[in-house]
């Protein structure tokens, strides 16, 4: 693994701003790569939420 990747995968249990994401007040586009194993396509959808388009991207990001 590259250095850092334990720190940034810790964040995962740390952050949540799924409660912020109500007060975004704009159209949102989601880019979820198709190749992501950490953030999945599902993951994407969940965090656009239904006021918001998702755009499924070949590869990695």
Do not use: K
Not at 8 to 23: G, N, S, V
């Amino acid at each position: 693994m590259p250095p850092g990747t334990d720190a940034q995968l810790a964040l995962f249990d740390e952050i949540d701003i799924r409660a912020d994401l109500a007060r975004i007040d704009v159209p949102v586009l989601v880019v979820s790569p198709s190749g992501d194993l950490l953030i999945t396509p599902i993951h994407s959808r969940e965090l656009a939420g239904p006021r918001s388009s998702n755009a499924p991207a070949a590869g990695w990001h």
